[in-house]
């Protein structure tokens, strides 16, 4: 009664942009290099709402467009618009709708979740110790050999860090691995990652701990099950006796949390 | 002279800061002389003969101000001053720097102070994107950077945004429902003073032996309970700051709920009125957890508590359950008032009832509810039990469909409608919905476990802040701003440099904060004095974006100054709305009505021939046919 929108066209429209803006944004690599099986199925899960996102985007930029265009008021035109005071259908729809876009989104981030945090029982454990501003790392074994600043990994092999934090709350984070976690002082914290491609990369603190925080970095080497195993050997310092302590008093205190990863 | 000293006021202000000052910190000498310590503690977190006198010196100043003359004499069985009306409504300017119980009063007092802390806030950006330019450093050194940054946030959200709604609301809202004034005037007045307070223990942290606090504005224990003495200065200045908000929503509760003019049912209610109540049993209910883990870390420092001292057996993470408990909510604190801004003006300006009103009334209330349920997806990487991260997710996620609505229910208010955009205030109402939905987006991104696992804490997270914050928040600022203008001044504002003012906000913001998006994805932390060389050219394009951002706000204050003193004068009801406080002169009376005016219909009944929300005093009593007995029905 108030005239027909051009509800067709409108959405011809907005798949139109979702397409266009999807065909620009999905092939960018936003994350940068992926270097661990989580990457990509991180940088996938990315995409898809990308695309979702492009079509919720592109249908608010069609809707205020075309009323913008459309029912933009004539210069001097002093009168009211239609006095319609909504449509429950309508309603009910930009309800229903997006709560099933957003439980879809929640079901497929929880499995991408189980998915990259799958306990592998082979895995390698390493210790992580951080503290204002450095990293240091441990290797189990007789004593657990201690690499200062410099943490090695083989590619291929899922890797478990056990994180302790000595002062403050730092983070541990090598965007090529797409993995963050927490180091928080009192409590033992786990990051899983199996790295699967080989290179020099950069452990990045994440969480604000004083001055030195933006410098606040290690080196991280990805390499081969032989060149890894040689260089843990040529590590020839122990673990100091005062992080020993924390190492054995956290993983008394601290059981694994519920469900895979721990807490 | 003498009488200067005796009456409430300024002096009497200064000499109760300098007298309850004074005594906090004789107190602390006499304590720690009688107890054999030493007299002056200067471990880096201590400093009691400082940090006591922080809490009685402003305390001094709001009891000699007059902030509690009334009560204190009623409380003493003293003869109280019989209320002669002389503390209310503004004759000349320098009643605004008086102790005034007029809401109109408060709400001006309220938003110049806070613009005031948002240019400041600003300044501080500024200084931070200079620094930001270029990787190394050049400007300030990493400590003072993160002081900046620190001091910049804890300004913008506690200072600016949160009380600027405040200060609009108090102004509009008994208007808008037709009440003479807010519930309690003397508790308002003391909520707006508690504000300065704050600002001036934020600002005045600079100070402070090791520098203003600098752990970032959630202040995450142990970081900030080891920190120098500026973490003191906001651990109290967030007790002022909470105070005056938790004072101010009970207020508005109860002003809501009991004073609305006859006929004025919960559903006749203008929608800036439905937002006001949300925020308000949002703030009442969360802020005191802020209120309280504020006060564990003050005491985690100067009393040794350990609450948060892991050695002691404290529990470091649960600083940043009950921090997020409340500072989850608060971004809703900070965006439904917007919201209803946003609602307001839209409605007017497209000449259209809002579509769906009463659903959105119910988002509303939707988003109030849901706000309480995900706290803890600021927590994904923070090593809490693993299980809670995917129901904090899901409830994180749904909270976007009532958001949904109103941006829906918004863009169905244009269809059919006959939108004017000559007003800034509907320019920003427009460029609102646009910047929102994409902070909206980003904001599902992050709350998907996996996907926040990578961009937490990076710049990411700075882009979504600044676009939910700023592209949302100040915009809906912005656009209450500019429409209320012409009925607190009583003057109209300049409509050409208001689209100068708009333009320049809308393309500097979306050049600062599009690209840290980018940046935050690609391996930039946030948080930084210094980056990797790789992030050099964006941050300098985001740097001159930011600068252009910066020197248009100057377009806005000169506008906004200048109008208030030689704007072209206003009529009653400019922007031809319905809602009562239109219907009023501009500025209104200083009791806001000659008689309380009848409600009779909606809110936003445009195209409705006859159609009336109110009835106003020499209107006649004629009510529109079909209109039941309203009296005391409001539901």
Known sequence: ?263 | MVDAIKRPGWWRGLIGAIAFGAFGFGLVLILRKISGLDPYQTEQTGYPHIVVPAVTAPLGFLAGFGCFDYWLRWAAGLPTIPDDHSQHGAKSWKDYFKFNTDHKVIGVQYVVTTFIFFFLGGLMAMLIRAELAQPGTQIVEASTYNSLFSTHAVLMIFVFVIPVFAGLANYVLPLMIGAPDMAFPRLNALSFWMLPLAGILFIGSFLCPGGAFDAGWTGYAPLSTGAPLGQSFFNLGVQFAGASSIATALNFLVTIITMRAPGMTFWRMPLLVWANLSTSLLVVAATPFIAGVQFMVLFDRALHTNFFDFAAGGDVISYQHIFWFYSHPAVYIMMLPGFGIISEVISTHARKPIFGYRLMALALIGIVVLSYSVWAHHMFVAGMFSWLRVPMMITTLLIAVPTGIKIFSWLGTLYFGKIHTYSTSMLFALAFIVTFTIGGISGVMLGMVPIDIHVSDTYFIVAHIHFVLFGGSVFTIFAGVYHWFPKMTGRMYDEKLGRVHFWGTLVGTWGTFVPMHWVGMDGMPRRVADYAEQFGEWNLLISAFAFMLGAVQLVFLYNMVVSWRFGPKAEANPWRANSIEWQVSSPPPIFNFDEIPRVVGGPYEFGIPGAKHAIMAGEGAEVPAGEKSVVGSSS
């Open chain 1, 1 to 263: 009664m108030y005239g027909r929108l051009p509800i067709v066209k409108m959405l011809l429209v907005t798949i139109a942009l979702t397409v266009v803006i999807s065909a620009v944004m999905v092939p960018i690599n936003w994350n940068g290099q992926g270097a661990s099986t989580a990457a990509p199925k991180i940088d996938h899960l990315l995409n898809v709402m990308i695309v979702l996102s492009a079509f919720v985007f592109s249908l608010v930029m069609v809707m205020l467009f075309y009323a913008l265009w459309k029912f933009k008021a004539k210069p001097g035109d002093e009168s009211d618009g239609e006095p319609i005071h909504g449509n429950t259908r309508l309603e009910i729809a930009w309800t229903l709708i997006p709560t099933i876009i957003v439980l879809f989104a929640g079901g497929y981030s929880w499995k991408v979740l189980d998915d990259i945090e799958e306990s592998n029982p082979k895995h390698l454990t390493v210790s992580v110790f951080s503290q204002q501003y450095a990293w240091s790392f441990a290797y189990p074994g007789k004593d657990y050999v201690w690499s200062e600043g410099e943490l090695h990994v083989p590619v291929g092999r899922q890797v478990q860090f056990k994180m302790h934090a000595l002062d403050v709350i730092h983070s541990f984070w090598v965007p090529e691995w797409r993995i963050k976690k927490d180091n928080v002082p009192g409590i033992t914290t786990t990051a899983i990652v199996t790295p699967d491609e080989e290179g020099t990369y950069q452990l990045v603190c994440t969480e604000l701990c004083g001055f030195g925080h933006a410098t606040m970095r290690a080196k991280v080497v990805v390499e081969s099950k032989s060149k890894f195993e040689k260089w843990v050997e040529g590590l020839d310092r122990t673990l100091p006796e005062p992080l020993m302590e924390v190492l054995k008093e956290e993983s008394v205190t601290n059981p694994p949390a519920l469900g895979a990863g721990g807490a």
